[in-house]
Each structure stands twice: as C-alpha cells, then as structure tokens.
C-alpha cells in the first residue's frame, strides 16, 4: 500500500450538482496531484498542488478547482457536474524535496454522474 | 498527435510467452519515463523507470531511444499474474512534473 488514502470510495451525483473528493497524502509528502481516468483511457492530469499552491494544471476548465491544506492533504471540487465528469478521479502524491516525479497514487473515487 | 501512444491491444498470450509492448511519446523534452501496471479497477502503480542505457528488473526488461522517442517494454516467461493494463508514462518537464499517460494496453495471459 501507497499510504495515499482517498474518500469516498465511489459517488453519484446528478448533473449540475458539485462534488468534493478528498486526498490523504503519504507521510512526508507535501506534492499532490489530481487525475481523471474515464473509462478505457489512461489517467489525465488535472492539477498539482506543492506546499499550498497550485503548480500546474492541465486542459481541465475552471469548474475544477482545489485546495491543499498545511497537513498537504487536498480537496478536488467540481462544480456543476457534467456526465462526461464520469470518472475515476486519482490522487498522488510526491514526496518533499526532488524526487516530485515518484508518484504514489491512492486507490481513486468512481464517480458517476447521472 | 497525442503525447503518448501505445499500441492499442489487447494482447492475449499463454503462459510462459514473451511479450513486448511499444510506445512513442511526441514531447522531445520529456524528462523521465515509466512504464506503470494498472490492475482492473485498481490504482495505477509504478512498475519501472526507463533509462536510456536499459534497465532490467527479473523478467521486465525497458529501453528507452531517445532519438526516435521510443519505449519498450519486455515481459519474458508471463505469468498469470502479469494479466492487467500497462500503461506507458512520461513527464514533460518543467516544474510541475505531471505525468502524461498513455491509453494502456490491456494484457491477459492465459493458463
């Protein structure tokens, strides 16, 4: 086990709702990076985040958005829920220092918006 | 062109078959390499790093051309086990060290 937990486990929602996913990084860690995998696809970067702030982001619009927290822990939220946002939504995080590109992913949350 | 490519599978092989898998990547300032396991439904994990000179680690051997912008991996002797989707990873520099993935390809190794 990565020591990446993610909650919850899985998740519906309806369109136009918001959802909140949380990340729990490693020990030590203080890198977290969010990525959804829809179905039959590998994993798409969404957004990292490094001691607090964001550093990056892929071809996500603005309705997702994140926060890190001083623990390094981290909340995707996405706002008005499309159903193509079907998902499963994967955390990693990067330990400290130079060695951001180890990446240990947590077990992800399927979401599913109807 | 996507920044990763893999071939599109899946393969189906016996035990004890060699199998290899192909991809190319579209960012010649790619960083670093990988080549990561997803089992189905699971998360993905971190199988091995691609080196330039090769690397080898028991049955899984990885190259890496940089010059065509090209990787490999090799399973030799498959086990059951080796069934899952792999997933060809690189980074593309810069300061954020995302990891762009490939699509996968799904291997079953059959009894």
């Known amino acids: 086990e990565t020591g990446v937990t993610q909650s919850p486990t899985h998740l519906i929602k309806t369109r136009g709702q918001q959802v909140t996913l949380r990340c729990s990084s490693q020990?030590?860690?203080?890198?977290v990076s969010w990525y959804q995998q829809a179905l039959g696809q590998g994993p798409q970067f969404i957004f990292q985040?490094?001691?607090?702030?964001?550093?990056g982001r892929g071809n996500f619009p603005p309705r997702f958005s994140g926060l890190q927290f001083p623990n390094y822990s981290s909340e995707l939220n996405v706002n008005a829920l499309e159903l193509d946002d079907s998902a499963l939504y994967l955390c990693?995080?990067?330990?400290?220092?130079?060695?951001?590109?180890?990446?240990?992913f947590g077990p992800g949350t399927r979401l599913l918006v109807l | 062109r996507k920044e990763v490519e893999q071939d599109p599978g899946p393969f189906n092989v016996p035990e004890g078959a060699t199998v290899a898998f192909n991809c190319t990547y579209s960012?010649?300032?790619?960083?670093?390499f990988f080549w990561y396991r997803q089992d189905c439904r699971k998360e993905p994990k971190l199988l091995m790093s691609v080196y330039s000179s090769g690397n080898e680690d028991g049955r899984f051997t990885a190259q890496l051309n940089r010059a065509s912008q090209y990787i490999s991996l090799l399973i030799r002797d498959s086990k059951l086990s080796d069934s899952a989707t792999y997933l060809c990873?690189?980074?593309?520099?810069?300061?954020?060290?995302?990891?762009?993935f490939g699509k996968g390809t799904l291997l079953t190794v059959n009894p």
């Open positions: 985040y490094y001691r607090e702030e964001e550093n």
């Open positions: 990693a995080s990067s330990p400290a220092g130079g060695q951001q590109e180890t990446q240990y």
């Open positions: 990873v690189v980074t593309g520099g810069g300061s954020n060290y995302k990891l762009t």
């Open positions: 960012n010649s300032a790619s960083q670093s």
């Open positions: 020990s030590g860690h203080n890198t």
